[in-house]
């Protein structure tokens, strides 16, 4: 990074020509995302032609539209005809209307035709994943004759380790990979060494089931389908692993109460990053509220026992931490398949006996500290021991069972997480707090 900044600093372009053409283009694009805007463009105009546009693919968003719209039409117009499909759809989809319209007005037949494909599926759906670069065969060719073909389209396809069987439809047949096709005689049809069982992906099924499915079959590329099964496009691994990094990232933004945001921290603006956060917040301090009626409601009994005052943050606090666990592990086990709604009683009851065993044990490490610590009396420290192991218990229970009934009404499990269930149990902690204080103290 440094000698860049040098030759840049002291001009010596055509050193760092050389020096750039030498680096891997993902490398390129890491160095270029840490430089200013204005060094952004100089070193790109300065890229070879045959890197320029691998470079700008890995680039973020943000700096390719800043490239794309300091360039004239004709020159941004060769950037997206070398770029795949489906990573010219992303960025044309993130730019303003008359911009792409210009673009598109220069860009290639073929790739104006892929785009305008590509932008009829809803977004996050598979059709909008998707790319239309890939090797497909007729079933009744040869062996020789795929390899041939293969080094004909091969070079503007996305994969080539896979290639796809189709009929005069374009239904797919099945699939055939390409170290078969090496090892097999040049006289050997497709449609005998082809594998039939395909397992394909249908346009419309969301980007979150879609990782689900690369994650179950362990594949590097997966074929894109109709609804009569017709071969549409291929999704591969590398936008699998985008997908994978944007769905966490909603959901622990929505763990965290923020409405998720699909720009970088560094990139969102104050005023943006405010209004993602404010509504949790509205609601979440209206919703507590009730907490504060709830000690209005037995304020005699607190004036009774001031002492009972001192132990309310650490109940809430420790019900809060509980309830909070028991989501999180939840949500997980959902986002990953692990946990279905017919599991919920199995997982009440295993929650119940962790419940049950960290209240306890909470309880006991307490009690000790209430008399020897804290110096107060048997019937008080009983009181908040038996609080802490109901308020555990009860937590423990709402922190499982709000995530998989959230999912199973078509909500995000993700919504029900900490902030959201640790007003609930706060709420009930109190309530149980005083009850039992009510019972055992008399008052």
């Known amino acids: 990074m440094d000698e860049i900044k040098e030759l840049l600093t002291t001009r010596q372009y055509t050193t760092l020509r050389q020096r750039l053409a030498e680096m891997n283009e993902a490398d390129v694009a890491s160095l270029l995302e840490e430089l200013p805007e204005e060094e952004i463009l100089k070193v790109f105009r300065i890229l070879p032609k045959n890197l320029a546009a691998d470079v700008f693919s890995y680039l ?72 239309v670069e890939y090797v497909d065969l007729k079933e009744n060719l040869t062996v020789e004759e795929a390899i041939a073909r293969i080094r004909k389209v091969g070079v503007d396809s996305e994969t080539i380790n896979i290639c796809y069987v189709l009929d005069a439809q374009r239904t797919l047949l099945g699939t055939v990979a ?184 909470l309880a006991c490490a307490n009690y000790v500290k209430l008399l020897t610590i804290d110096k107060v009396s048997s019937a008080v420290a009983l009181v908040v021991c038996c609080t802490l192991i109901v308020a555990v218990l009860v937590a423990k229970l709402i922190g499982c069972t709000l995530p998989i009934l959230a999912k199973r009404i078509g909500f995000d499990p993700a919504v029900m997480a900490s902030p959201f269930i640790t007003t609930i149990v706060d709420a009930l902690s109190l309530i149980v707090y005083f009850q039992i204080a009510s019972a055992v103290l008399n008052l």
Request: charged share 25%; proline share 3%.
């Open 60 to 131: 973020e968003v943000e700096n390719q539209q800043l490239i794309i719209t300091s360039m004239s039409e004709k020159d941004a117009a060769g950037i997206i005809n070398n770029l795949m499909a489906d990573d010219a759809t992303d960025l044309l989809e993130e730019m303003p209307a008359n911009i792409v319209k210009r673009i598109l007005a220069n860009a290639s037949p073929e790739m104006r035709r892929d785009i305008n494909h590509l932008l009829r599926y809803p977004e996050d759906s598979a059709g909008s994943l998707m790319t």
């Open 178 to 361: 390409l170290r078969y096709l090496l090892l097999s005689d040049a006289d050997e049809i497709i449609g005998d060494i082809m594998h039939e069982n395909v397992i394909a992906i249908n346009t419309m099924m969301d980007q979150e089931e879609v990782a689900k499915q690369f994650k179950k079959y362990d594949f590097t590329s997966m074929p894109v389908v109709d609804n009569e099964n017709r071969l549409v496009g291929i999704i591969t691994v590398d936008d699998i692993v985008d997908i994978m990094e944007e769905e966490a990232t909603e959901d622990i933004e929505k763990m965290a109460a923020i409405v998720p945001s699909d720009k970088p921290y560094m990139r969102t603006g104050i005023f943006e990053t405010f209004k993602k956060r404010i509504p949790w917040l509205l609601l979440l301090m209206i919703s507590a509220t009730f907490t504060g009626q709830i000690i209005g409601h037995f304020e005699s009994a607190l004036q009774a026992y001031v002492v009972l005052t001192t132990f309310i943050p650490m109940l809430m606090d420790t019900g809060g931490n509980a309830g909070g666990q028991a989501s999180v592990t939840i949500i997980r086990g959902l986002s990953l398949g692990e946990i279905e709604f017919r599991d919920t009683f199995r997982v009440i009851w295993k929650e119940i006996r962790v419940a049950f065993l960290c209240g306890v044990t």
